[in-house]
């Protein structure tokens, strides 16, 4: 599935775009971000060590330093019957996906109510090298889409992205033999002597509340079919189905772990 590093991949190649300058590697990405994980983690653990210690020190002091019960509000009670957790119980991590059909998205993040908003999205059917193909998606989405302006330095902050790597594709029996929330479709069809195509990832109809009938008709007029609505059924639709496993990411996240690689880089000079 989509990870956090794609995510930051995919920002680390718009900023070194807009800084003309040298995009880190997926491959540098996932071995910082691990070592990122770790020293927070380790931090987190630290904080989490000292806060019940000043707990207590703090109810000791409520009760006046008696010691002949714990306090009724320290956190460091431990069940000693609770069993360990046995490692044979725990799932096997999937391999890592080196290639994939994929597509990378840019949304608007209201300051305000929170609402995203699309900025840019394109991406391929055809199966790519992960880091060939997230850092021209990441760079063509943001500036080559047609349907907006291309995307400005400015706009950094405000910026989400969704990597959506696609598995699972099908050939539907007929245009309803796919699920809301499950599927993305892909739309191929001709009509008076055009063709035309279109998809939508799988969670854009769940998003917008729509019917799948909802779904197909704006699927078709995103295609530029300009046929009446209500003779969309009269046209011989072939619709291939996926799924797409997708992970999100906002800019401050990006920007703390890009500002704690270059902290770590400063400290080896």
Not at 208 to 219: A, F, N, P, R, Y
Not at 232 to 257: A, C, I, M
């Amino acid at each position: 599935m989509a990870t956090v590093e794609h995510c930051l991949y995919c920002f680390e190649t718009l900023v070194a775009y807009f800084e003309r300058r040298k995009s880190l590697s997926l491959k540098e990405i996932k071995e910082s971000y691990e070592e990122y994980s770790k020293d927070l983690s380790d931090k987190t653990e630290s904080l989490e060590k000292r806060i019940p210690a000043l707990r207590r020190v703090a109810d000791s002091n409520d009760s006046g330093s008696s010691s002949s019960s714990p306090a009724s509000g320290s956190s460091m009670s431990l069940n000693t019957e609770t069993a360990a957790t046995s490692t044979d119980s725990l799932p096997e991590a999937e391999p890592p996906i080196t290639e994939s059909p994929l597509f990378v998205t840019w949304n608007i993040v209201d300051p305000e109510s929170d609402d995203v908003s699309l900025r840019g999205c394109i991406g391929t059917f055809e199966a790519q090298e992960l880091d060939e193909g997230l850092s021209s998606y990441a760079i063509t989405s943001a500036i080559h889409d047609t349907r907006f302006n291309p995307m400005s330095q400015r706009e950094l902050p405000s910026l989400e992205v969704a990597v959506t790597l696609l598995t699972n594709f099908e050939d539907c029996d007929d245009a309803m033999d796919w699920e809301i929330g499950k599927h993305g479709i892909r739309i191929s069809f001709t009509d008076r002597g055009r063709r035309y195509g279109a998809t939508y990832l799988p969670d854009v109809a769940a998003e917008q509340g729509w019917t799948k009938e909802e779904t197909l008709v704006s699927l078709m007029r995103k295609a530029n079919w300009t046929g009446r609505r209500d003779k969309w059924q009269s046209v011989n639709l072939n619709v291939v189905r996926y799924q797409g496993k997708k992970k999100s990411l906002r800019y401050p996240e990006y920007k703390r772990w890009r500002d704690w690689v270059d902290r770590k880089s400063e400290e080896k000079v």
